[in-house]
């Protein structure tokens, strides 16, 4: 009988024993899953203090903080007692937090939780009770490994997330601890390396943003992978995002040195031309010609624009611009922004 690596397809896996259960390594993407499964019954399962540790509960958070938008719709996968949610919601405005938890631990967690739901994604999916497109995050950690169908599971999960919503995923790296070559823990089905984890978001459409290994779960599993995934394609974005950075509220117009390449690259796509005034440049060339539809001039064209706004379009060369405007243009007393200020953070 030939098996199937439930990640890549493949049918090469190589087949061993552990524990007197058998499981399969691909050698394509470096996923290993369990052939010979252990029922396991989570809703009599009483949740110990195992990955509950208050350092790693505010780790978590504060990675999760960097990237959840404010006033987010959440849904986490097995929020157990809620202290994921208790920890981030102080710290990001929530919308609404719901969550799903088979085990009893899910009492204590309707204290952090708007709602917590008391059986799976599919099964609430097939109920029509879980809205398509209905959160803006959805959060599945150290819940992953222990699902058997998981292309299910994402393929729910991509239906549930809205336009540009985000996936957080955390799950053991390999064994989780790099002293242990294998896990052999029962109830995880599946054993994730950052490639096969990476190739099965991928799979189902989902790209990640952001990846880390060796978060700390606990002392048995030190090393996990965590990564934030959204839909493939276009975000939503604001057309003009770069002109509307804080930096330049408030000011109609700038005057842009810098006529090159960067121009058509970024400045052509993410800033409004009419918030423009005109271009300088040094090469000589190009003065007189247009620049999104805008003049190129000379740079002692600033000396008559005193009070200016200048917003220096080059990343290599900006000190070296800034310190020719201090001292060629002292007069002028320019307030200078960079492209490194807008696009730290665009």
Same mark, same amino acid.
């Given at each position: ?12 896996? @190589? ?22 499964? @252990? ?35 959440? =849904? @986490? ?9 208790r920890a981030l919601r102080p710290i990001v ?27 799976? =994604? ?9 809205? @398509? *497109? ?16 998981? &292309? ?24 989780? &601890? ?63 995002? =770069? ?69 220096? &379009?080059? =990343? ?7 310190? *020719? ?7 002028? *007393? ?13």
């Open positions: 009988m030939a098996f199937v690596c439930a990640v890549c397809g493949s049918t090469e896996l @190589e087949i061993f024993a552990l524990g007197g259960l058998r499981r399969g390594a691909c050698r394509a993407c470096l996923h290993e899953q369990r052939i010979d499964i @252990e029922t396991f019954d989570y809703t009599g399962f009483a949740r110990g203090s195992t990955g509950a540790g208050t350092a790693r509960i505010a780790d978590q958070a504060a990675f999760l903080a960097r990237h959840m938008p404010p006033g987010a719709r959440v =849904l @986490e996968i097995g929020c157990a007692a809620g202290l994921l949610a405005a929530t919308e609404r937090y719901e969550g799903l938890e088979l085990s009893p631990a899910r009492a204590e967690a309707t204290l952090h939780l708007d709602k917590v739901y008391d059986t799976t =994604l599919p099964a609430l999916q097939a109920q029509g009770i879980i809205p @398509e *497109q209905g959160y803006d995050m959805v959060i599945s950690s150290h819940c992953l490994e222990h699902i058997a169908d998981i &292309n299910t599971e994402i393929a729910g999960i991509r239906t549930i997330l809205a336009h540009g919503g985000l996936l957080f995923v955390e799950v053991p790296n390999r064994s989780g &601890n790099p002293g242990l070559p294998y896990d052999d823990n029962r109830a995880h089905l599946h054993f994730f390396s950052v490639s096969s984890l990476v190739r099965l978001l991928g799979r189902h459409g989902l790209d990640v943003k952001a990846l880390e290994t060796g978060a700390w779960h606990d002392a048995r599993y030190p090393d996990c992978i965590r990564a934030i995934a959204r839909p493939a394609g276009p975000l939503p974005a604001t057309r003009y995002s =770069l002109s509307e950075h804080p930096l330049l509220l408030g000011i109609d117009e700038v005057i842009v040195w810098g006529a090159g390449r960067m121009v058509d690259e970024i400045l052509a796509h993410y800033f409004d031309p009419a918030r423009i005034a005109f271009f300088v440049d040094k090469d000589e060339r190009k003065h007189g010609t247009q620049c999104m539809g805008r003049e190129v001039r000379p740079v002692d064209a600033l000396h008559n624009y005193p009070g200016c706004t200048i917003l220096i &379009n080059s =990343l290599e060369y900006e000190d070296a611009i800034k310190g *020719q405007i201090d001292s060629a243009f002292p007069g002028v *007393q320019a307030k200078i922004i960079t492209m490194s200020d807008v696009l730290g953070a665009a």
